[in-house]
């Protein structure tokens, strides 16, 4: 059963560091551009960070030079280090393949990671 699995959040100060994982079953997770999304409620789900097959990585303009993607095939897993974080950072976290540009071979939606940046 192909099926993603978020871990890693929970309730930090601002200022603070989490890392977050995703870990992905099935087959192709290596030929995957894959990303993290977060999503608050009312809001539609912003994509964060994204990483190619080849490393290549993205960011919203919102966490560039906080938050850090990373992958390792191996383990077909990704891995989000989000350092300095603020409360506007808080929302459930999501992993799955950069739907802009794999949205075909989307996974079902994981049940996410709740961040919370709070004092």
């Known amino acids: 059963q192909v099926q993603l699995v978020e871990s890693g959040g929970g309730l930090v100060q601002p200022g603070g560091s989490l890392r977050l994982s995703c870990a992905a079953s099935?087959?192709?997770?290596?030929?995957?551009?894959m990303a993290w999304y977060r999503q608050t409620p009312g809001k539609r789900r912003e994509l964060v960070a994204s990483?190619?097959?080849?490393?290549?990585?993205n960011y919203a303009d919102s966490v560039k030079g906080r938050f850090t993607i990373s992958r390792d095939n191996a383990k077909n897993t990704v891995y989000l280090q989000m350092n300095s974080l603020k409360p506007e950072d808080t929302a459930v976290y999501y992993c799955?393949?950069?739907?802009?540009?794999?949205?075909?071979?989307?996974?079902?939606w994981g049940q996410g990671t709740q961040v919370t940046v709070s004092s």
């Open positions: 799955n393949v950069d739907v802009r540009v794999w949205s075909a071979r989307a996974y079902p």
């Open positions: 099935g087959s192709g997770f290596s030929m995957y551009a």
């Open positions: 990483i190619s097959s080849g490393d290549s990585t």
